[in-house]
């Protein structure tokens, strides 16, 4: 299997247009149970969510490895697609053809950082210019 014949097939187009009709904002995410070569193919409208449900239940710590536009039809594809690899459930082994599948992903987004509840305090209460604080020294 190559990457032209997993996402680009008649197959995987039907089954993106099939999500893209549902209208919800869901996406096909891979999460990797880090040191066990294991990788989690699903959906979900909140992906950080989905991750923090699935942590406890897991042996290993989880990785999302990345994220893909899609929804149920999507996910389906990529599970008989990739049935040769599959473990157990929505969870299947890395091999040859998971990893093209991998290499075609998007990326995890970056973290949002959130300044601190005092940096966001200091920085609401502090309003003199930058000429006022000069005038001061």
Excluded at 55 to 74: E, K
Excluded at 99 to 112: F, G
């Amino acid at each position: 299997m190559n990457q032209e014949s997993t996402f680009s097939s008649r197959m995987a187009e039907q089954a993106r247009d099939a999500d893209a009709k549902r209208g919800r904002n869901e996406r096909v995410y891979f999460i990797e149970a880090v040191g066990l070569d294991l990788v989690k193919i699903g959906y979900a409208r909140d992906i950080d969510e989905r991750l923090r449900k699935l942590a406890p239940g897991c042996p290993a710590p989880l990785r999302l490895l990345g994220v893909i536009s899609g929804g149920p039809s999507t996910e389906r594809y990529l599970h008989v697609t990739l049935e040769a690899s599959r473990a157990h459930g929505e969870w299947f082994r890395r091999g040859p053809a998971l990893t093209e599948v991998l290499a075609t992903i998007d990326p995890p987004p970056a973290p949002v950082r959130r300044p601190a509840s005092r940096s966001i305090r200091l920085l609401r209460e502090n309003t003199e210019t930058a000429d006022e604080i000069a005038a001061r020294l």
